[in-house]
Nanobody, 125 residues
Framework: QVRLVESGGGLVQTGGSLRLSCSVF????????MGWFRQALGKEREFVAA????????YYADSVKGRFTMSRDNAKNTVYLQMNSLKPEDTAVYYC??????????????????WGQGTQVTVSS
């Protein structure tokens, strides 16, 4: 059984920073491609960032490119999302996800097998 636990969300002012963490329990973390997604109120869940199992490749949505950085520590079974220059439109519940493998697109919700419970990020204007 694989369990993902996110932390680090909160309330921040426009222009501020937050770092989200996602710890993975069970399974084979070091072999999993990992992703971050977010869902704002009344909207569909959308891709934010992803990282290959080795950490050698990262992918970002255009809306966060240059502001967010995803990384992983395979020794700690943890992935991170460093979020800088936050904007009100970044407000959402952020979800961590793990895939057994990626068949076509790191940005597709359907590729991911395991999900965390989410952590709220609120950016005030």
């Amino acid at each position: 059984q694989v369990r993902l636990v996110e932390s680090g969300g909160g309330l921040v002012q426009t222009g501020g920073s937050l770092r989200l963490s996602c710890s993975v329990f069970g399974g084979s973390f070091s072999t999993y491609p990992m992703g971050w997604f977010r869902q704002a109120l009344g909207k569909e869940r959308e891709f934010v960032a992803a990282i290959s199992w080795s950490g050698g490749s990262t992918y970002y949505a255009d809306s966060v490119k240059g502001r967010f950085t995803m990384s992983r520590d395979n020794a700690k079974n943890t992935v991170y999302l460093q979020m800088n220059s936050l904007k009100p439109e970044d407000t959402a519940v952020y979800y961590c996800a793990a895939a057994q493998y990626i068949s076509s697109s790191y940005g597709s919700v359907r590729e991911y097998d395991y999900w965390g419970q989410g952590t709220q990020v609120t950016v005030s204007s």
